[in-house]
T-cell receptor
């Protein structure tokens, strides 16, 4: 079983849609949680950190449920430029453990 | 300012040859990480360095893989006797210090193809 599991998708949604991604992790000692974004043939870039209290950055909302070991990302009012792969990431120590990524394609 | 740089951007080699991949972290970042991304495996951790501490090598897949970081800055990842399954994009990242809460900034990667 992978340490971080995500639905690979692809999620195909129209512009303006709301889309949600989920992931689960197996290491209960994980301390930090992130969503990274990766565009095709580019390096991953931090989208946002995820906190138990939930956090929002514009159209993006991330949630963490430590008891269920579950992380979510909600994107509202999808834009064409949101098309990318979204990587769920946990960090039990300094290193990052990545999920396989969920591919989002936003269509006009 | 300058981000993480890696060289070469692409490397094609023959099975059995040794390769060296280079990473220049962001100036002032004390932690440096190597990951690789291959089809079907996603992104996986290889090794990380933090200052003068012993590196965490727990992700290296075999003893053909090694890395060093000289002078606390530039790092070299060496793969000896390359195999076709070593083909992947090798990504380097750096952060201000090691620790779960510090953002890691990634370089553009080196695409390695082993024929």
């Amino acid at each position: 079983r992978k340490e971080v599991e995500q639905d690979p998708g692809p999620f195909n949604v129209p512009e303006g849609a709301t889309v949600a991604f989920n992931c689960t992790y197996s290491n209960s000692a994980s301390q930090s949680f992130f969503w990274y974004r990766q565009d095709c043939r580019k390096e991953p870039k931090l989208l946002m950190s995820v906190y138990s209290s939930g956090n929002e950055d514009g159209r993006f909302t991330a949630q963490l449920n430590r008891a269920s070991q579950y992380i979510s990302l909600l994107i509202r009012d999808s834009k064409l430029s949101d098309s990318a792969t979204y990587l769920c990431v946990v960090s039990p120590t300094g290193k990052l453990i990545f999920g396989q990524g969920t591919t989002l394609q936003v269509k006009p | 300012g300058a981000g993480v740089s890696q060289s070469p951007s692409n490397k094609v080699t023959e099975k059995g040859k040794d390769v060296e991949l280079r990473c220049d972290p962001i100036s002032g970042h004390t932690a440096l990480y190597w990951y690789r991304q291959s089809l079907g495996q996603g992104l996986e951790f290889l090794i990380y360095f933090q200052g003068n501490s012993a590196p965490d090598k727990s992700g290296l897949p075999s003893d053909r893989f090694s890395a060093e970081r000289t002078g606390g800055s530039v790092s070299t990842l060496t793969i000896q006797r390359t195999q076709q399954e070593d083909s992947a994009v090798y990504l380097c990242a750096s952060s201000l210090s090691a620790g779960s809460y510090n953002e890691q900034f990634f370089g553009p990667g080196t695409r390695l193809t082993v024929l």
